[in-house]
Structures are given as structure tokens and as C-alpha cells.
T-cell receptor, first 113, second 116 residues
């Protein structure tokens, strides 16, 4: 059974810092991995999708990397801003055609002005 | 529509009542998913539709839960004889995937259900 873990559960940093959020999964045989952002009381916003054949994806100040063999993905946020404060979730799709995404519990990020 | 739309945004009901939650996916998206998110947890899969049919309902917790998508667009999640443990945010997502689920999911803002 695939399990996804995100550590730490919460992170608080000063504005302007570069930071890394971690996601690990127990079964390395994944098809793709997706990072989401969730603001309080809101739905999920897709940030980046990495296919299993890719090593990383970039969008603006965000960079997500994937190391399938070690069962890890990281989300790097450059020059953090207070507006980046949210919960960040990662989710894996086990294989092509797998119906469900398996989510981690999320990392609650607070950027202090 | 521009995004996935869910109604109601909030629903408070009493134990034992019946509730319906509605999802209107992004126009043209044939794949539709329901997830449930409890406080402090990641979303958990409930059911997946490809078109009008439920291709995978393995995540539905018990037979009190049922979902339909009669015309392949709007979906309704139905919960009978609600229990306090059903309290959660119910999230709907859609994807442009046709036959094989592979791609990016787009989520709505969720329906927060509170069972008193």
C-alpha cells in the first residue's frame, strides 16, 4: 500500500528565505507526482505535475524535483513571500490508469513579514 | 465554466438526515473525482467517473454513500442517514483525461459538511 509522508507538518520562516518542502513515498513505482497548494477553507490549486520520467519541473519561483529510486520529491520555493503562506500537499499516482491519487498530510507554511 | 464549481459551500445538518452535494466540472472534462478531507489530513479518494459511469467507487466508506453523474457532466454525491463522523470537506476534481487517468487534476473549493 502506497503511503505518502510530508515532513515537517508545519514550517514558519521569515520573508525572503529560500525553503524546501519534503515529500516521501513508500512505493517508488509511481506514474507521476503532483504538488498542490491549499489556502485555509479553500480547495486545492495545482502547482506542478512531474511525470516519473522527469527529474524536475519549474514554475516561476517554484521548483519541484523527483527522485523515484529514493521515494522522494522536494518543492523548492525561492524568495518566499507572505502570500506563499498556505498548506502544501503532494500526491502520487501509482501507475498509468490508476484512478486515485494518494495524498500526504501536507506541510502548513507560514511566511512572516 | 472556468473552474470546478461545488455547491453548497457549507452544509450543516442533523444526524440521520440525507444530504446532497453537487459538483460542476470544468467544461469538456470527462473525468470527475470525489475526495474527502478531514481536518488536518490530506484528501482521501472516494469515487471516480469517466463519463457517466463510476469507473472506481472503491473509496466509498459504506453503502450510505452514493454518487451519480447521469449526463456525464454534473455529479451529485449523496449521503444517507448522516453520522457525525461524516463531517469533513468534500472535494470534487476534474481532469481532461479521456480513457486512462494520467494527468493533472483541478479541484473545486469543496463543500464543508457538518453533522451535528
Amino acid at each position: 500500500k502506497q503511503e505518502v509522508t510530508q515532513i515537517p507538518a508545519a514550517l514558519s520562516v521569515p520573508e525572503g528565505e529560500n525553503l524546501v518542502l519534503n515529500c516521501s513515498f513508500t512505493d517508488s513505482a509511481i506514474y507521476n507526482l503532483q504538488w498542490f497548494r491549499q489556502d485555509p477553507g479553500k480547495g486545492l490549486t495545482s502547482l506542478l505535475l512531474i511525470q516519473s520520467s522527469q527529474r524536475e519541473q519549474t514554475s516561476g519561483r517554484l521548483n519541484a524535483s523527483l527522485d523515484k529510486s529514493s521515494g522522494r520529491s522536494t518543492l523548492y520555493i525561492a524568495a518566499s513571500q507572505p502570500g506563499d503562506s498556505a498548506t502544501y500537499l503532494c500526491a502520487v499516482r501509482r501507475m498509468e490508469g490508476a484512478q486515485k491519487l494518494v495524498f500526504g498530510q501536507g506541510t502548513r507554511l507560514t511566511i512572516n513579514p | 465554466g472556468a473552474g470546478v464549481s461545488q455547491t453548497p459551500s457549507n452544509k450543516v445538518t442533523e444526524k440521520g438526515k440525507y444530504v446532497e452535494l453537487r459538483c460542476d466540472p470544468i467544461s469538456g472534462h470527462t473525468a470527475l473525482y470525489w475526495y474527502r478531507q478531514s481536518l488536518g489530513q490530506g484528501p482521501e479518494f472516494l469515487i471516480y467517473f469517466q463519463g457517466t459511469g463510476a469507473a472506481d467507487d472503491s473509496g466509498l466508506p459504506n453503502d450510505r454513500f452514493f454518487a451519480v453523474r447521469p449526463e456525464g457532466s454534473v455529479s451529485t454525491l449523496k449521503i444517507q442517514r448522516t453520522e457525525r463522523g461524516d463531517s469533513a470537506v468534500y472535494l470534487c476534481a476534474s481532469s481532461r483525461d479521456r480513457d486512462i487517468p494520467t494527468g493533472e487534476l483541478f479541484f473545486g473549493e469543496g463543500s464543508r459538511l457538518t453533522v451535528l
